[in-house]
């Protein structure tokens, strides 16, 4: 499988990334086993998790299965903020990073993590708390890369100003939701990302499974599909949406392909895109994704998925 650099002097990230989210929660620890297994496999090295999948469990299980080919493989983790009923004081959010980092190590059983994300920005602590906590564990080694996620366009730019300021590490990455039916972070966010030099790692690619063709408009969702189960991520089956759906199928097709792989090539197509982000729970799923990455879109492609999109 191909790989590209996370950023300006990041690591080097399998074009398709293993997402975490479903170990301890939808997988036990066999099953992760098992689907870590089929992603090392099929050539994924980028496995992403974070301390708050399955209360730590999503950490756990992935450093289990890994054993002894933890060192093959880029780690990405993430701390949780700060409780949200807590008072912010100087000092809180440097405490959560620590304690976050901790935990995360030892949950993984490894002596570092690859790439170390900012989950959620703390809006109360200042840019320089966040960046100067974030340095020290890059210099006692416990972290190697930084990264940040669901984040703003000015905070992209704050706190890269903030860290370039105090010569410290600064963040190599963003990761954001992006696909072809969520594109309003290509506005201001990806272009901060890019003037920062950051790579960008999209998630929910296949819009929580919109973009797979399973589901259709006026039909009941699957037992026990994500739409099914979660009403949260069935917001984005509106009527527009699967009427753009059938148009992207359609395009897909004149070009010999299906619409999971115009999903992935698309976002591996834009500029700065290091990586897709896309959650398993069976070992099929993850073969069937990295299947799915055959298609490298021309410019020509990519207009006709604008037309397509704009109906």
Request: glycine fraction near 10%; proline fraction near 4%.
């Given at each position: 499988?191909?790989?590209?650099?996370?950023?300006?002097?990041?690591?080097?990230?399998?074009?398709?990334?293993?997402?975490?989210?479903?170990?301890?929660?939808?997988?036990?620890?066999?099953?992760t086993?098992?689907?870590?297994?089929?992603?090392?496999?099929?050539?994924?090295?980028?496995f992403?998790?974070?301390?708050m999948?399955?209360?730590?469990?999503?950490?756990?299980?992935?450093?289990?299965?890994l054993?002894s080919r933890?060192d093959?493989?880029?780690?990405a983790s993430?701390?949780?903020?700060?409780?949200?009923?807590?008072v912010?004081?100087?000092?809180?959010?440097?405490r959560?990073?620590?304690?976050g980092?901790e935990g995360s190590?030892?949950?993984?059983?490894?002596?570092?993590?690859?790439?170390?994300?900012?989950?959620?920005p703390?809006?109360?602590?200042?840019d320089?708390?966040?960046v100067?906590?974030?340095?020290?564990?890059?210099?006692?080694?416990?972290?190697?890369h930084?990264?940040?996620s669901?984040?703003?366009?000015?905070?992209?730019?704050?706190?890269?100003?903030?860290?370039?300021?105090?010569?410290?590490?600064?963040?190599?990455?963003?990761?954001?939701?992006?696909?072809?039916?969520?594109?309003?972070?290509?506005?201001?966010?990806?272009?901060?990302?890019r003037?920062?030099?950051?790579?960008?790692?999209?998630?929910?690619?296949?819009?929580?499974?919109?973009?797979?063709?399973?589901?259709?408009?006026?039909?009941?969702?699957?037992?026990?599909s994500?739409?099914?189960?979660?009403?949260?991520?069935?917001e984005?089956?509106?009527?527009?949406?699967?009427?753009?759906v059938?148009?992207?199928a359609?395009?897909?097709?004149?070009?010999?392909?299906?619409?999971?792989?115009?999903?992935?090539?698309?976002?591996?197509?834009?500029?700065?895109v290091?990586?897709?982000?896309?959650?398993?729970?069976?070992?099929?799923?993850?073969?069937?994704?990295?299947?799915?990455?055959?298609?490298?879109?021309?410019?020509?492609?990519?207009?006709?998925?604008d037309?397509?999109?704009?109906g």
């Open positions: 499988m191909d790989k590209r650099t996370l950023g300006t002097g990041g690591p080097e990230l399998s074009v398709l990334g293993l997402g975490c989210n479903n170990f301890g929660m939808k997988l036990d620890a066999a099953q086993r098992e689907v870590v297994a089929a992603a090392l496999d099929a050539g994924i090295t980028h992403d998790t974070a301390e999948y399955g209360g730590g469990r999503s950490e756990e299980f992935l450093g289990a299965a054993g933890r093959d493989v880029v780690i993430k701390y949780l903020p700060r409780p949200q009923d807590e912010y004081a100087p000092g809180a959010l440097a959560r990073i620590r304690e980092v190590l030892r949950r993984l059983g490894t002596d570092r993590i690859d790439v170390y994300y900012q989950h959620y703390d809006t109360e602590a200042p320089d708390e966040v100067t906590t974030l340095d020290e564990l890059v210099r006692a080694g416990k972290v190697r930084l990264a940040t669901n984040v703003s366009a000015e905070r992209i730019a704050g706190q890269a100003a903030a860290a370039r300021e105090r010569g410290l590490a600064t963040f190599t990455g963003v990761q954001i939701e992006w696909n072809l039916l969520s594109r309003a972070v290509e506005a201001e966010v990806v272009p901060a990302a003037a920062e030099g950051l790579g960008v790692v999209p998630y929910f690619p296949l819009a929580s499974g919109l973009l797979t063709g399973k589901y259709a408009a006026g039909q009941p969702y699957p037992d026990g994500r739409f099914a189960v979660i009403p949260f991520f069935a984005v089956a509106t009527d527009d949406n699967f009427a753009a059938a148009r992207l359609a395009l897909a097709e004149s070009r010999g392909h299906d619409l999971v792989t115009l999903a992935f090539g698309w976002l591996l197509a834009q500029d700065g290091t990586s897709v982000i896309a959650g398993a729970s069976t070992p099929g799923q993850v073969v069937a994704n990295a299947a799915a990455l055959g298609w490298t879109l021309t410019a020509d492609d990519l207009a006709a998925v037309a397509a999109l704009r």
